[in-house]
């Protein structure tokens, strides 16, 4: 079931949805990745990048199937991917100690220094575009960013699931 939304919650919604496409898309289908790619001497595709990316951040090695979801791709697009980067030594299987026979998939020390590199592009280009922000206006980025990405993930994920949130749900 669909909540009531008051109409100018909507009109600010529809004034802001412009700026977040275009904003996710000079993330991630602008020339960002190339020149990235370029400053931090790096030559590899952007799935790959995402999967040393994701791997980086983990606490612990993922399943394919994992890191494919967190892609949200298929598990063979992933799986070929983690074949090539597993070639190159960025990362490599190791034993799942949850169950002896799967195997899991770990980054390497060169895989992490890659993706550090490439991390270090972007969220140094990310900093210099806020350093004229005072240190209040980025911390409030930063909260209420973080909460409209985890209520609007947690949202759509219900709704494609046929999940309807309860009427008291905020």
Do not use: C, N
């Not at 209040?136 to 999940?163: F, K, N, P």
């Amino acid at each position: 079931m669909t909540a009531s939304v008051p109409g100018d919650a909507v009109e600010g919604l529809m004034a802001l949805a412009p700026k977040l496409a275009q904003l996710g898309a000079a993330l991630t289908r602008g020339r960002l990745h190339e020149r990235a790619t370029e400053v931090a001497q790096i030559s590899l595709e952007r799935p790959a990048l995402q999967i040393l990316g994701i791997l980086r951040a983990a606490d612990a090695p993922r399943r394919v199937g994992e890191i494919a979801a967190e892609m949200q791709v298929e598990g063979p697009h992933a799986t070929r991917h983690v074949q090539r980067l597993e070639k190159k030594g960025l990362v490599e299987r190791v034993v799942d100690p949850k169950d002896r026979r799967a195997r899991l998939i770990g980054i390497t020390p060169a895989g992490a220094d890659i993706a550090d590199r490439y991390r270090a592009v972007v969220m140094g280009w990310l900093a210099q575009a806020f350093a004229h922000w005072s240190e209040h206006d980025r911390q409030e980025l930063i909260r209420l960013a973080g909460r409209m990405a985890d209520d609007v993930l947690v949202y759509l994920q219900e709704e494609t699931e046929g999940t309807p949130r309860s009427a008291d749900a905020t």
